[in-house]
């Protein structure tokens, strides 16, 4: 059982294919659970599952923390030592990293704005803070208050705890999603929103946090929790955006999929003049988070995008823009055929007339 659900991605296709919507992923998790209580977790899942964790401290070492790609012969070194493939580049870590203190932590009445809590992941915050710069932007010219509630435990940032889940490590998912809570349920009381942009992330809020934790608060969380288009599909209004005269790829991250939400992404660009989207017919991309970068499942992840993904990108111009909100779903373009995708709300950003 180990051996084969070692290949599953997590994918949640399952959860919409399967005609008694059986959770393979849940399963994973569990399985997860007893084999890293029996026998711990190897190297490999322990840097995965505590990223959250030390992600603050690589980046302001980022320039160290980096070299693993550049200097010759480190990254099999990290191969031999850690298990993540030499045959593709780390995430990298960045210096200008997303900080809390960019926006503000409580409501603010005074303003006519509709008032929403931005939950700022570890991937977006520190690999690619532009993306979180962008959605801000994107939120206030539609009308939206975005702000960043204190974390109730003032040592560290709100995380969804899904690093911890992927590798079995329950109890400590149990810990982020209550200081999530706790956090947020003053706001979510007063019926604020929450908004993300990983959706991975953000959709955690609607299926493994109630699971982890069965009340009302999760109940309230999962009902108040939209991804970034679903949430702009609701208040758009006040943007007014460029016409355009040009075509883009959007790949639908896995759990969008599986929870209907690509289809916000395609009504909001829709509201763009001129523009075109092509939507491509993709299962996985194959990254799945870490699965794309152990050294034992590198060559499955890249047949997986080599299936339909790849081949749906390279029939276009180079220069045509991609549009995919899912971290791993960027990594795996850019390191699969040298293609750059971005989020949609770098997209929307660029193409907003303020």
Same mark, same amino acid.
């Given at each position: 059982m180990t051996d084969t659900m070692k290949l599953c991605v997590s994918c949640k296709a399952c959860k919409r294919e399967c005609p008694t919507g059986v959770d393979m992923s849940k399963m994973k998790i569990e399985l997860s659970y007893l084999k890293a209580k029996k026998y711990g977790l190897d190297i490999n899942s322990k840097l995965v599952a505590y990223l959250p964790k030390y992600a603050p401290f690589a980046s302001k070492l980022s320039n160290l923390m980096n070299l693993r790609d550049k200097v010759p012969g480190l990254a099999k070194i990290s191969e031999i030592l850690f298990g993540f493939t030499a045959k593709r580049p780390l995430p990298k870590w960045r210096s200008d990293y997303f900080k809390d203190n960019e926006l503000p932590n409580t409501v603010d009445n005074t303003l006519d704005k509709i008032p929403v809590i931005l939950f700022v992941d570890t991937f977006n915050r520190y690999h690619e803070p532009e993306n979180v710069r962008s959605a801000i932007k994107v939120l206030n010219a539609a009308g939206f208050f975005p702000f960043i509630p204190k974390s109730k435990n003032i040592k560290k940032v709100m995380c969804c705890g899904r690093t911890y889940l992927?590798?079995?490590?329950?109890?400590?998912? +149990?810990?982020?999603?209550?200081?999530?809570?706790?956090?947020?349920?003053?706001?979510?009381?007063?019926?604020?929103?929450?908004?993300?942009?990983?959706?991975?992330?953000?959709?955690?809020?609607?299926?493994?946090?109630?699971?982890?934790? +069965?009340? +009302?608060?999760?109940?309230?969380?999962?009902?108040?929790?939209?991804?970034?288009?679903?949430?702009?599909?609701?208040?758009?209004?006040?943007?007014?955006?460029?016409?355009?005269?040009?075509?883009?790829?959007?790949?639908?991250?896995?759990?969008? +999929?599986?929870?209907?939400?690509?289809?916000?992404?395609?009504?909001?660009?829709?509201?763009?003049?001129?523009?075109?989207?092509?939507?491509?017919?993709?299962?996985?991309?194959?990254?799945?988070?870490a699965f794309g970068y152990g050294k034992d499942t590198y060559d499955i992840s890249m047949k997986m995008a080599g299936e339909r993904l790849f081949p749906a990108i390279k029939k276009n111009p180079n220069d045509i823009k991609i549009i995919a909100d899912g971290t791993s779903c960027r990594c795996q373009i850019k390191d699969g055929i040298n293609r750059q995708a971005i989020h949609v709300a770098r997209f929307l950003d660029e193409n907003i007339i303020y």
């Amino acid at each position: 059982m180990t051996d084969t659900m070692k290949l599953c991605v997590s994918c949640k296709a399952c959860k919409r294919e399967c005609p008694t919507g059986v959770d393979m992923s849940k399963m994973k998790i569990e399985l997860s659970y007893l084999k890293a209580k029996k026998y711990g977790l190897d190297i490999n899942s322990k840097l995965v599952a505590y990223l959250p964790k030390y992600a603050p401290f690589a980046s302001k070492l980022s320039n160290l923390m980096n070299l693993r790609d550049k200097v010759p012969g480190l990254a099999k070194i990290s191969e031999i030592l850690f298990g993540f493939t030499a045959k593709r580049p780390l995430p990298k870590w960045r210096s200008d990293y997303f900080k809390d203190n960019e926006l503000p932590n409580t409501v603010d009445n005074t303003l006519d704005k509709i008032p929403v809590i931005l939950f700022v992941d570890t991937f977006n915050r520190y690999h690619e803070p532009e993306n979180v710069r962008s959605a801000i932007k994107v939120l206030n010219a539609a009308g939206f208050f975005p702000f960043i509630p204190k974390s109730k435990n003032i040592k560290k940032v709100m995380c969804c705890g899904r690093t911890y889940l992927s590798n079995g490590l329950i109890d400590n998912a +149990k810990i982020e999603a209550n200081n999530v809570i706790d956090t947020l349920l003053p706001y979510l009381s007063q019926g604020i929103n929450v908004v993300g942009l990983e959706p991975s992330c953000i959709l955690s809020f609607r299926d493994e946090l109630p699971t982890l934790l +069965k009340n +009302k608060n999760t109940e309230l969380l999962k009902n108040n929790s939209f991804t970034f288009e679903e949430l702009l599909a609701t208040q758009h209004e006040n943007i007014t955006f460029k016409k355009l005269n040009e075509k883009v790829l959007l790949h639908g991250h896995c759990h969008q +999929k599986a929870f209907d939400a690509v289809k916000p992404i395609q009504k909001v660009l829709n509201y763009i003049e001129g523009l075109e989207v092509e939507t491509i017919e993709t299962s996985c991309c194959g990254m799945a988070g870490a699965f794309g970068y152990g050294k034992d499942t590198y060559d499955i992840s890249m047949k997986m995008a080599g299936e339909r993904l790849f081949p749906a990108i390279k029939k276009n111009p180079n220069d045509i823009k991609i549009i995919a909100d899912g971290t791993s779903c960027r990594c795996q373009i850019k390191d699969g055929i040298n293609r750059q995708a971005i989020h949609v709300a770098r997209f929307l950003d660029e193409n907003i007339i303020y």
